[in-house]
């Protein structure tokens, strides 16, 4: 757990002192160390939360610069480190591959350094697919060169679940996808890469395995499509809902509504890419993105949250709790006992952290409870979406949104259990006691 948190941490590191390099930064000087520090730390964490416009103040070593933390933040620095130990002929040992089950959430130890190769084709064959679909339309937006150089960084962050962009030299700064809120074309490959991206390797593998056959599938995959399905749809039909009449979807017709509904239901959890203004938000709006942030995409996957697994746990526990069910079921299977405990612990993390620091921002920044609390659920998520207040925030605000994306990239629970002392699990148990709840 300490080697995972570390690994990070070291790769924030250098990627703040290659983006303080005058070099990485245009015009004379070079950008404040605090910043290139939050720079490094969304880009690693495939957050998208930025304090400048990635085009219009950094450079093109810059832009490298994040997409290569970019890159190697969305498939986990423990994979490219394996993946290294791989390409030069060394033999992974036990405690290697050990930690690269721990770091992307493998239910098993065996196979995992072919699946470390599966991962790793994998994403460079999807983010390529990605690019050339997206060079379709923008080589002819913008030219050859800058057509594929941004077919190449979007398709990237896409898939990594970043919302890293480079669009503030086409439609202003931090403008996002905004000026293709009617392309459906570029609209439904974004999303198409954010979904492949977030719903976790272990379902690609698991899907190409069963020849895309639902009946066949594990249970994880089960329960990580359906609930990402019905998240998505779901999510939509509420966005059109409480934005079409005076929210952010005001004046545009309903093809329009309709795809920025869908994008915005996509892109919520995690992605960090908007294509409507949120500061137009109705505030039943606001909350509601907050709740889809807050789940995320799925386990062993690109995205971060608290993951729709979770989600689906915490929910049909209440439901086996009425129907005086011992056990948790789903799809015909039994779930192991504990796992209602593990999704309640995740939960509360989540929520302590977000709120906590949301009222700290909100006291020493003097802003809307709301607004903080969109800002932090954005950051642990590793969302990047935002109402507009990063920019302007301090120095401890911005430390402690960097601790946030810190914990949402390497999981909340993965960092307490960092710190937490090496103590023996206690089997003896004591006598017991009925307490009554609720």
Same mark, same amino acid.
């Given at each position: 757990?300490?080697?995972?948190?570390?690994?990070?941490? @070291?790769?924030?590191?250098?990627?703040?002192?290659?983006?303080?390099?005058?070099?990485?930064?245009?015009?004379?000087?070079?950008?404040? @160390?605090?910043?290139?520090?939050?720079?490094?730390?969304?880009?690693?964490?495939?957050?998208?939360?930025?304090?400048?416009?990635?085009?219009?103040?950094?450079?093109?070593?810059?832009?490298?610069?994040?997409?290569?933390?970019?890159?190697?933040?969305?498939?986990?620095?423990?994979?490219?480190?394996?993946?290294?130990?791989?390409?030069?002929?060394?033999?992974?040992?036990?405690?290697?591959?050990?930690?690269?089950?721990?770091?992307?959430?493998?239910?098993?130890?065996?196979?995992?350094?072919?699946?470390?190769?599966?991962?790793?084709?994998?994403?460079?064959?999807?983010?390529?697919?990605?690019?050339?679909?997206?060079?379709?339309?923008?080589?002819?937006?913008?030219?050859?060169?800058?057509?594929?150089?941004?077919?190449?960084?979007?398709?990237?962050?896409?898939?990594?679940?970043?919302?890293?962009? @480079?669009?503030?030299?086409?439609?202003?700064?931090?403008?996002?996808?905004?000026?293709?809120?009617?392309?459906?074309?570029?609209?439904?490959?974004?999303?198409?890469?954010?979904?492949?991206?977030?719903?976790?390797?272990?379902?690609?593998?698991?899907?190409?395995?069963?020849?895309?056959?639902?009946?066949?599938?594990?249970?994880?995959?089960?329960?990580?499509?359906?609930?990402?399905?019905?998240?998505?749809?779901?999510?939509?039909?509420?966005?059109?809902?409480?934005?079409?009449?005076?929210?952010?979807?005001?004046?545009?017709?309903?093809?329009?509504?309709?795809?920025?509904? @869908?994008?915005?239901?996509?892109?919520?959890?995690?992605?960090?890419?908007?294509?409507?203004?949120?500061?137009?938000?109705?505030?039943?709006?606001?909350?509601?993105?907050?709740?889809?942030?807050?789940?995320?995409?799925?386990?062993?996957?690109?995205?971060?949250?608290?993951?729709?697994?979770?989600?689906?746990?915490?929910?049909?526990?209440?439901?086996?709790?009425?129907?005086?069910?011992?056990?948790?079921?789903?799809?015909?299977?039994?779930?192991?006992?504990?796992?209602?405990?593990?999704?309640?612990?995740?939960?509360?993390?989540?929520?302590?952290?977000?709120?906590?620091?949301?009222?700290?921002?909100?006291?020493?920044?003097?802003?809307?409870?709301?607004?903080?609390?969109?800002?932090?659920?954005?950051?642990?998520?590793?969302?990047?979406?935002?109402?507009?207040?990063?920019?302007?925030?301090?120095?401890?605000?911005?430390?402690?949104?960097?601790?946030?994306?810190?914990?949402?990239?390497?999981?909340?629970?993965?960092?307490?259990?960092?710190?937490?002392?090496?103590?023996?699990?206690?089997?003896?148990?004591?006598?017991?006691?009925?307490?009554?709840?609720?």
């Amino acid at each position: 757990m300490k080697l995972i948190l570390g690994g990070y941490c @070291l790769l924030i590191i250098l990627g703040t002192l290659l983006l303080a390099l005058p070099v990485a930064t245009k015009g004379a000087g070079s950008t404040p @160390l605090s910043d290139c520090f939050f720079t490094a730390t969304s880009a690693t964490c495939v957050t998208g939360l930025v304090r400048y416009d990635t085009f219009q103040h950094w450079t093109l070593f810059g832009q490298l610069v994040i997409l290569g933390l970019i890159q190697v933040g969305g498939i986990g620095f423990v994979t490219v480190a394996i993946l290294i130990l791989m390409l030069s002929g060394k033999k992974i040992s036990l405690s290697q591959r050990a930690l690269m089950q721990n770091s992307i959430s493998a239910p098993q130890l065996g196979g995992i350094v072919s699946m470390t190769r599966y991962i790793a084709v994998g994403t460079l064959v999807v983010e390529a697919v990605g690019a050339i679909l997206l060079s379709v339309d923008f080589i002819p937006r913008f030219g050859p060169a800058k057509g594929i150089y941004y077919s190449i960084f979007h398709s990237i962050s896409a898939f990594c679940n970043a919302g890293f962009d @480079l669009m503030g030299g086409i439609t202003g700064e931090c403008s996002s996808l905004t000026g293709m809120v009617d392309n459906w074309y570029v609209n439904i490959v974004i999303m198409a890469l954010i979904v492949v991206g977030g719903i976790g390797f272990f379902v690609w593998k698991d899907l190409q395995n069963k020849k895309f056959r639902f009946r066949k599938l594990r249970l994880q995959s089960k329960l990580v499509l359906s609930v990402s399905g019905f998240l998505i749809v779901f999510g939509a039909v509420i966005f059109l809902i409480l934005e079409s009449a005076d929210g952010m979807f005001q004046g545009m017709s309903w093809d329009e509504k309709i795809l920025a509904s @869908l994008f915005q239901s996509v892109t919520t959890r995690t992605a960090g890419f908007n294509t409507t203004d949120y500061t137009k938000m109705t505030e039943s709006g606001v909350f509601f993105m907050i709740c889809l942030m807050l789940v995320g995409g799925s386990t062993g996957s690109t995205a971060g949250g608290m993951k729709t697994t979770t989600l689906y746990v915490l929910l049909f526990s209440v439901f086996a709790t009425f129907g005086k069910r011992k056990n948790m079921e789903a799809f015909g299977r039994r779930m192991e006992e504990g796992i209602t405990r593990t999704a309640s612990c995740i939960f509360v993390i989540y929520l302590f952290l977000t709120t906590s620091v949301a009222m700290i921002i909100s006291a020493i920044e003097q802003l809307p409870f709301l607004t903080c609390l969109f800002e932090t659920v954005s950051a642990a998520a590793t969302v990047g979406l935002t109402l507009g207040i990063t920019p302007s925030v301090g120095m401890v605000s911005k430390l402690l949104l960097a601790f946030l994306m810190i914990c949402g990239r390497v999981g909340s629970v993965t960092v307490l259990m960092a710190f937490a002392s090496d103590k023996k699990a206690v089997v003896s148990r004591l006598p017991e006691e009925k307490v009554q709840v609720g």
